[in-house]
Each structure stands twice: as structure tokens, then as C-alpha cells.
T-cell receptor
Framework: AQRVTQPEKLLSVFKGAPVELKCNYS??????LFWYVQYSRQRLQLLLR??SRESIKGFTADLNKGETSFHLKKPFAQEEDSAMYYC????????FGQGTRLTINP | KAGVTQTPRYLIKTRGQQVTLSCSPI?????VSWYQQTPGQGLQFLFE???????NKGNFPGRFSGRQFSNSRSEMNVSTLELGDSALYLC?????????????FGQGTRLTVV
């Protein structure tokens, strides 16, 4: 069965500090992984996908098949990064983790 | 182009009633998926439609059903509402169903069952 685990429901860091949102997955096939973000009062939107290997808004995520992880990282957090972040696995359907609420303190 | 539109935005229903939610995908998108979002369970997949056919279904009881029309608009129906059905229902559209296709989400319909 496909499963996505985000172990931290809440994460709070200071502005300028590094951020890492953890995501682990369980899937027997070749995974396709995404990070979605939901800013306050906005709709859920795609942040990045592993296949693109891109950096969006300073965020990067590397797929580690050995550790079955897809952690989201940013070296220097900004206040506008405060949002709800969801890791998702695509396996005929999108399976989401429970989400991590990231708060950046000034 | 216009985003995914869900109507209505808010609904209050009584236990035992039924409800129909509507989703209009982005123009040209033929795949529509539905999710239930609750604080306790997070985002849970309900079902996906493509070209008027249900492609995938999540682990929800038969009270939850859906359909897709020839213009790709989709509706979901919940019958015999229970208090636990109170949630934000999200619709997402994509150009085609596929593992690497970005899903675009609507703002959701917040259903409250009293």
C-alpha cells in the first residue's frame, strides 16, 4: 500500500534559519513525489516535484530511495514561507501526508 | 485562464440529508479528483474521473458517489449525511490523469453536518 508520512505536525523556526520538512514514503514501485503548499486563505498548490529537480522559492527536495525519503529543505527561512506543507506520492492517485504547519518567527 | 471552481463554498446540512457538490475544472482539463480534508485525517482521496469514467476510488463508503459530465465538470454526492462527513471537500483537475501531472485545486466546499 502507498503511504506518506510527515512526522511533524508543527514546525517553528526563526527567520534566516534553515528549514527541513520531513517526508517518508512507502511504495513498492518507482515513486513520483511532490510537495504541495497551502498559504493562509489560498488554495492548495504545487510547490515542486522530484522529477524536475528544481528549486522553487529557495526550496529543494531530493528523493532518497534508500531511505524512502523526500525531505523539503530551504537554507534560509523567510516569513512568507509560513504555510501548510503536504508531501504527496503519485501512484494512480495522489496520496498525501498529514501535512506540516510551518511557522517562521521574526 | 480561470482556475478550478467549486460550488457552493459553504453548506450546512442536517444528518440524514443528502448533498451535491460541484466542480468545474480548468478549461481543457479532463481529469477531476475529489478529496476530503479534515483536521484529524488530513487529505484523503475520494475518487477520480477521466472522460466521464471513474478511474480510481478511495476507501469511502458507498454513500459517497460522483460523476463527470461530457464537459468535464464533475459532481460528488453524499447521501444519508453523518456528523463525521463534516469536512472541506477539495476538487483537483489535471490535463490528463498521470503520475507526473500537476493537480490544480479548487478552494473547496466546506460542508457542516449538524
Amino acid at each position: 500500500a502507498q503511504r506518506v508520512t510527515q512526522p511533524e505536525k508543527l514546525l517553528s523556526v526563526f527567520k534566516g534559519a534553515p528549514v527541513e520538512l520531513k517526508c517518508n514514503y512507502s511504495y513498492s514501485g518507482s515513486p513520483e513525489l511532490f510537495w504541495y503548499v497551502q498559504y493562509s486563505r489560498q488554495r492548495l498548490q504545487l510547490l515542486l516535484r522530484h522529477i524536475s529537480r528544481e528549486s522553487i522559492k529557495g526550496f529543494t527536495a531530493d528523493l532518497n530511495k534508500g531511505e524512502t525519503s523526500f525531505h523539503l529543505k530551504k537554507p534560509f527561512a523567510q516569513e512568507e514561507d509560513s504555510a501548510m506543507y503536504y508531501c504527496a506520492l503519485s501512484a494512480q492517485k495522489l496520496v498525501f501526508g498529514q501535512g506540516t504547519r510551518l511557522t517562521i518567527n521574526p | 485562464k480561470a482556475g478550478v471552481t467549486q460550488t457552493p463554498r459553504y453548506l450546512i446540512k442536517t444528518r440524514g440529508q443528502q448533498v451535491t457538490l460541484s466542480c468545474s475544472p480548468i478549461s481543457g482539463h479532463r481529469s477531476v479528483s475529489w478529496y476530503q480534508q479534515t483536521p484529524g485525517q488530513g487529505l484523503q482521496f475520494l475518487f477520480e474521473y477521466f472522460s466521464e469514467t471513474q478511474r480510481n476510488k478511495g476507501n469511502f463508503p458507498g454513500r459517497f458517489s460522483g460523476r463527470q459530465f461530457s464537459n468535464s465538470r464533475s459532481e460528488m454526492n453524499v447521501s444519508t449525511l453523518e456528523l463525521g462527513d463534516s469536512a472541506l471537500y477539495l476538487c483537483a483537475s489535471s490535463f490528463i490523469p498521470g503520475s507526473n501531472t500537476e493537480a490544480f485545486f479548487g478552494q473547496g466546499t466546506r460542508l457542516t453536518v449538524v
